[in-house]
Antibody, heavy 122, light 110 residues
Framework: QVTLRESSPALVKPTQTLTLTCTLS??????????VSWLRQPPGQALEWLAR???????YYNASLKTRLSISKDTSKNQVVLTMTDVDPVDTGTYYC??????????????WGRGTLVTVSS | QSALTQPPSASGSPGQSVTIPCTGI?????????VSWYQHHPGTAPKLIIY???KRPSGVPGRFSGSKSGYTASLTVSALQPEDEADYYC??????????FGGGTKLTVL
């Protein structure tokens, strides 16, 4: 069974760096064609895609947040980590990770985690 | 502001059909076919229910169907059941290998 589980501190102070961890089960991030994306949803707002890392270490970022984001993988732990620098209260929200892979030739976010709620406040 | 537009709410009685539209701003939906829909019961993991506009992943009931016309994609839920009450999000992959979402539609089964 494929599952993803997000973890993070629940509360982060403004200007700090937020580190989010996605632990994968049922598949390996090193398997060809496997990728993981991070997304977030501020309270009452739409989902926003943030970043993606591929099995071959290719990375993609939301252009509006690229200077603050860094995505990486720890293959020994089968985890994907997203760091976000200089956080602000507007970064408050639920953060999700999702397996990303080709379905019938096109890329989709096919299995998601339940999300982790992050609050940015002093 | 979402790149894709959905109505904030929709409703129907058990057994009825409901259609949720998703309109693309610009050409996100018009230029590619990479449209998907997600069902989200709050507190749980969002679930992929439609991809490639019309396809259902294994295990998704046939009551869920997708379509597209011009810059509007639609999700239809037929024969509504109480467990269909959830938030539904449309999604489109852009040519830049990123994804944009609609604001979500809360479906209420009356």
């Amino acid at each position: 069974q494929v599952t993803l589980r997000e973890s993070s501190p629940a509360l982060v102070k403004p200007t700090q760096t937020l580190t989010l961890t996605c632990t994968l089960s049922g598949f390996s991030i090193t398997t060809s064609g496997m990728c993981v994306s991070w997304l977030r949803q501020p309270p009452g707002q739409a989902l926003e895609w943030l970043a993606r890392i591929d099995w071959d270490d290719d990375t993609y970022y939301n252009a509006s947040l690229k200077t603050r984001l860094s995505i990486s993988k720890d293959t020994s732990k089968n985890q994907v980590v997203l760091t976000m620098t200089d956080v602000d209260p507007v970064d408050t929200g639920t953060y999700y990770c999702a397996r990303t892979r080709r379905l019938d030739g096109n890329w989709y976010l096919d299995v998601w985690g339940r999300g982790t709620l992050v609050t940015v406040s002093s | 502001q979402s790149a894709l537009t959905q109505p904030p709410s929709a409703s129907g009685s058990p057994g009825q059909s409901v259609t949720i539209p998703c309109t693309g701003i610009g050409s996100d939906l018009g230029e590619n076919l990479y449209v998907s829909w997600y069902q989200h019961h709050p507190g749980t993991a969002p679930k992929l229910i439609i991809y490639d506009i019309t396809k259902r992943p294994s295990g998704v009931p046939g009551r869920f169907s997708g379509s597209k016309s011009g810059y509007t994609a639609s999700l239809t839920v037929s024969a509504l059941q109480p467990e269909d009450e959830a938030d539904y999000y449309c999604c489109s992959q852009t040519v830049r290998q990123t994804w944009v979402f609609g604001g979500g539609t809360k479906l209420t089964v009356l």
